[in-house]
């Protein structure tokens, strides 16, 4: 069963899609971000192939990801798999071995639990145009990063279940730091973008460069509009940084 319509796509994206993030959402805060802190203190994500997934952590060696509709739990040398469909927060949070009663934030906007007895519905569409985007931007980010010189300081790459944002900070030369990022959407925009975001109120440079509250924003539809999508991001990225270090 597919997730209930929504409105036709925004930008070639497919009916389900904004409640298809928010299940994933959840499931990235509730379920991945949640087992980790309970055993390792750390909350912090990475993309992986059909999605997303805890980095290595414990004693025994787990991994928790999401590869398309499945959630995956691999504990030493054993796998096991349980479809996201139909499934509840509560069985995956079971499955991966984690207590959704127990006390745990990834910060102020950690996405509430709801109703954790409810079956999830899904786009499987919606999943791999999340999963793609995320390997795309995260290509994006590091290609940007590695070119920086040590002392930017770069922070490690992370997915934050808090916002389901992936991103970095980085140092720039008069001191202050900036924060480059990729949303799968969100309130302040539906559609997926990446982000350069200054730490301090300063916006130099061009002014219609500087379109979001909290600095700039290229949406997915643009970065994917030409033949070279990374280096479509890595033009707006490299622009950001170069504006701020002015």
């Not at 036709?8 to 299940?23: H, I, Q, V, Y």
């Not at 919606?126 to 002392?151: H, M, R």
Request: with cysteine.
């Amino acid at each position: 069963m597919n997730a209930p319509p929504e409105k036709p796509g925004l930008a070639g994206l497919p009916a389900g899609f904004e409640s298809t993030r928010s299940a994933l959402h959840r499931i990235a805060a509730h379920v991945l971000g949640r087992r980790r802190y309970t055993v390792a203190g750390r909350f912090g994500l990475r993309a992986s192939p059909g999605g997303f997934a805890t980095p290595a952590f414990g004693e025994d060696i787990e991994i928790i990801r999401v590869d398309g509709g499945v959630l995956v739990r691999e504990v030493a040398a054993e796998a096991a798999y349980k479809a996201i469909e139909q499934s509840t927060l509560a069985e995956l949070a079971q499955f991966a071995g984690c207590d959704l009663d127990a006390e745990f934030s990834a910060g102020k906007d950690t996405p509430a639990i709801g109703d954790p007895s409810e079956p999830i519905e899904m786009s499987l569409d919606a999943c791999a145009i999340l999963a793609d985007w995320l390997q795309i931007a995260w290509e994006i980010l590091d290609e940007t990063v590695k070119d920086l010189s040590p002392e930017t300081e770069p922070a490690v790459i992370q997915l934050w279940p808090e916002h389901f944002d992936a991103g970095a900070h980085v140092g720039l030369s008069n001191g202050n730091r900036v924060n480059l990022g990729v949303s799968p959407g969100d309130a302040f925009s539906k559609e997926p973008y990446l982000y350069v975001g200054p730490w301090n109120e300063d916006r130099p440079g061009d002014p219609s460069f500087w379109n979001a509250p909290f600095g700039a924003v290229l949406p997915r539809s643009a970065v994917l509009a030409g033949l070279d999508p990374i280096g479509t991001g890595l033009k707006f990225t490299r622009l950001g940084l170069a504006l701020l270090n002015e």
